[in-house]
């Protein structure tokens, strides 16, 4: 045997020390962390369930498949149905039929159940899910709350993996603002970090901002609508949630508050002075499933998005290395094209705040607007070479429509020789082409000009289709119908 020197055995012993102590450190740290979150973002008993179903739904159940359930207890789950895919042929239609006959079966089994003895399994299974002495009026009541909830798993998973595009910025942009890093995850809520997320209440963007909240942090305007950049809009994001919580003082409200609205968690929490009561008791306003359940969703999403991000088959998109350019003037998309060399894909994928009017060249890049640009060194040489015609003087001028009495999209688009689908496009205008009196239409370049022209304006009794322009009998009409003729005046600004 080959004796070791003393001095050896010292060396190892330190080794060993050292490294026992690098573990004790690393387990201090990683327990108040632990602590420190779990008492900025408390998991309340009284949302346990409701947390528990989150995680299923983003977890365990398929987008393939819908979950009936009572909507006040979330663990009372009354039967997991099959759904379309979506690529199939009518699938949507025929989905919300599904769901929409579940719905009703429920509803007519608990009708029965909560006067009569039930008979069948179907109504045993559910019967056993009530308990207590007022288990019939409980029964009763959930007739009302049988609500469904199409599985989330495939949709998250993906989010979580496109997350890592920005998600390293985000974390630090929140860092910056002095808020818990847990926050940045607050997007899978709202839009599973879908970049061109748009929703049926006009909220966009993976922190789904509305137009108005929006414009109070951003600029949305024919040219740019930030809502859609992650990064400005992770800014934004951080300064409400950091009013919030600056009023609110708690997270949980503070939260819930980005959905419900400041105002209104302010008003719910004068009334019942804390989290847990408001979750149990309020119900005013439009504080119904959605507000009660976001912080219940985010805390879901928070945990398994971290598991998500362990697992090897969730590999994360890499984080995007740019470089920025202020412009100092303004400028045509094909400038930046042409002298960086670069696609226009490129281009709008880079910059997803620029509107289509800006990719199209039909409007410039906007002056002071902070471009991004692919890392490289290429890209360094030709920035440090801006050639003197790179920049423009002016924004190149809109048409522009003021919407008046018997006006309709489709009437407005013929006037101006263009597409209904042009024009929904350049004003983002939702699937009905829902127009309002007074509001200024943008007309696409294309358009041809028309000054002081007067048109016979048909009226419609029914709704405008937003792809053909025809009229579908019955149907919410997005239109404004006139009495007499309207003058139209076109005006370049």
Known sequence: ???????????????????????????????????????????????AKNITFWEKIYSHYSLTEAVIHDSKDLSK???????????????????????????????????????????????KRIAALFTGKDRRKKIAMAVDTVRSQ??????????????????????????????????AYLPHVESSFNYKAYSKFGAAGIWQFTRPTGKEYLTIDHTLDERLDPILATHAAAK??????????????????????????????????????VFNNYSKGYFKFA??????EFLAALKIAKQLEKKQKAKLDPPQSTRYLTLSGYVH????RNHFGISIETIKSLNPALRPSVISGEKHIPKGYVLRLPAGKK???????????????????????????????GSIAKLHGISLRSLIRANNLNKYATIYLKQKLR?????KTVTKTKQKIRRFSGSTNAETGSSAHGSTPPVLLAKKKTTFVGKWL
Not at 24 to 32: D, N
Not at 443 to 447: G, L, Y
């Open 1 to 47: 045997m080959t004796l070791m020197p003393a001095n050896s055995f010292s060396i190892r012993k330190t080794s060993i020390l050292l490294g026992i102590l690098c573990l004790l450190i690393f387990m201090s740290t990683y327990r108040q962390a632990t602590a420190t979150s779990n008492q900025l973002f408390p998991h309340y008993k009284t949302i």
């Open 77 to 123: 789950i009354y039967e997991i149905i099959p759904l379309l895919g979506k690529d199939l042929p009518g699938a949507s239609r025929l989905n919300s039929i599904f769901q929409k006959h579940a719905k009703e079966k429920y509803r007519t089994i608990l009708k029965k159940i909560a006067s009569q003895k039930p008979t069948t399994s179907d109504e």
């Open 150 to 183: 199409r599985g989330q798993k495939e949709r998250f998973l993906t989010g979580v993996i496109h997350s890592g595009r920005y998600m390293k910025e985000i974390k630090r942009i929140i860092r910056v603002y002095r808020l818990p890093e847990e926050l």
């Open 240 to 277: 409400y949630l950091k009013n919030s919580y600056y009023t609110l003082d708690s997270w949980p409200l503070a939260l819930t508050s980005y959905n419900y609205g400041l105002a209104g968690m302010v008003r719910a929490v004068n009334e019942e002075g804390n989290y847990e009561n």
């Open 291 to 296: 507000s009660k359940n976001f912080y219940s």
């Open 333 to 336: 998309i094909k400038n930046v």
């Open 379 to 409: 890209i360094n040489r030709l920035l440090a070479s801006i050639p003197s015609g790179f920049y423009k003087r002016e924004q190149k001028p809109s048409l522009f429509h003021r919407v008046q009495k018997g006006d309709t999209a």
């Open 443 to 447: 007309i696409p370049k294309t358009a």
